[in-house]
């Protein structure tokens, strides 16, 4: 039934095959990328896109093609397990405060509040500032951020769901508040939470860049997208390729990633006609 | 010990929806002084208009809400305020089936989970038993082995009602409720279901209490029946004596009311003038006054109390 609803939206299909092409890509590094992404080559430094370099070199000759393949595992990890932290501690709470209501419910939603005033990006650059940069520090801050709008979706799901009388029938057995809410509850309200994981990926890749690019991110030599865009952009008016190829590729993530999410929430809503 | 179930003196108050510049404070008076008891494997009727409170009287029998005052005793314990586990307990020998037969069963869960759940829940058998046992349970009330583990909105909502029966009847319960659960089918499931729940009654010695808005269903499967009006109990009479010859000014309202498949058959009905009352605020002496043809100045002034002559109770003061 989502299969069916999916396939028929070809831009949400291809923005799921750009998403599982990076997938293997950054799986697959060591074997696709044509060269070793840290050994330094002296002779080929600054070569144009061309035969021997398909996107060319940087200032130390290093091969871009191979450096961005690279770059790929730690864009996505760094994704995928900050948004997956974000999505446990919002499931967790969202269920909480819709679950039990009252004095939790609002405890929850006030926090909610709070976290949502912060500033995100800034409150990152201060936690770095101060431990030093680290990928498992981005990847943790960026999740412990990025749970609110989830806890909010998940809250408002168990609002509606807790008077469902399939829960009234599971109380009236006897099944305890975990049971309903892990075995009855939460499996129908997961819906909106797989698009907003998918969307959270893509935000967080784009920070990780932001971040990195600012040089608070992933530390060279360890290559990612945004600080391959550092340092490009030194030699930018010589060496365009240096900070396009990134970019593009940076682009092109995130907007498969919003794809494929808008296409599995028009699958999901079965009001909207596909 | 023959009395299964007693309800003493039920009264529950929902605190009403006020908008932010209503003055607060006022109450739904969803039920208002409820006592009956049930006995041990009779099928008591409850009947009513909706909003008179029957869905509220059956949640608070099961357990599923907490009266605002009164008490509730099952084999003559008191369950009105049990916890957790004293609770479980109860919970095994009441047992509930819903009005809806879509909402009452989890659309994520395959059926035969949804039946054998209540094992595993009371740590009864381990999962592959409960899963025999389940399938057992489910073919007894007409759901083939083939179709276990499929998932609700696969079967007919007929089939859907036999699985939310197969769950209530799982656990062996000694008491039954069903609120409405007849009321969502097509007529022609209607009568299977009446006919399935009879059929388990006399097999597991079940005692039920049904409910329903239509005589005619509680007619045929009550022994006695219970006749509400604003959450207050207007009549309670063994099945015959109740449809042969009504007491109160209301239950003969509502018998007029049944429809005969005879066009020409002549009745009078009794057409209740008016509107129910609102249930914020409730009418005063007998509920029933300001739509009653009998009304007299004392009905608007006295609460008639609940009366018994020769083992019928009624509420009323110029009993018919």
Known sequence: MFWKRFKKNKLALTGAILVFGLLVIAILAPFVSPYDPNIINMDDVLQAPGSRHILGTDDLGRDILSRMIYGTRISLSVGFVAIAIATIIGIILGSL???????????????????????????LLTIIAIVGPSIWIVMFVIGLTGWMSIARLVRAEFLTLKEREFVLAARSIGASDARIIFKHILPNAMSPVYVSFILGVAGAILMESGLSFLGFGVQPPTPSWGNILTAGREYMEVAWWLIFFPGLAILLTCLSYYILGEGIRQALDPKLKI | MKTLLKAENIVKNFPAKTGFFASGGSVIHALNGVSFTVERGETLGLVGESGCGKSTLAKIIARL??????????????????????????????????????????????IIKTVSEPFIVHGLRRAKEAFSEAE??????????????????????????????????????????ADEPIASLDVSIQAQILNLFKELKEKFNLTYIFISHDLRVIEYISDRVLVMYLGKIMEVAKNSDLYNHPIHPYTEALLSAIPIPDPAAKKKRIILKGEIPGLTKLPSGCVFHTRCRYAEPKCVEEIPALTEINGRYFACHFPL
Request: hydrophobic content about 45%; overall charge positive; glycine content about 6%.
């Open chain 1, 97 to 123: 405060a819709g679950y039990y209501g009252k004095l939790i419910d609002s405890l929850i939603m006030r926090l909610v509040d709070i976290m949502l005033s912060v500033p995100t990006f800034f409150l």
């Open chain 2, 65 to 110: 809400i907490t009266p605002t005052d009164g008490r509730v005793f099952f084999e003559g314990e008191d369950i009105t305020h049990l916890k957790q586990n004293k609770l479980k307990k109860i919970r095994r020998n009441i047992q509930f089936v819903f009005q809806d037969p879509h909402a009452s069963l989890n659309p994520q869960m395959a």
């Open chain 2, 136 to 177: 057992r349970i489910l073919s007894l009330v007409g759901i083939p082995k083939e179709m276990v583990s499929r998932y609700p909105h696969e079967f007919s909502t007929g089939q859907r009602q036999r699985i939310a029966i197969a769950r209530a009847l799982a656990l062996n319960p000694k008491l039954i409720i």
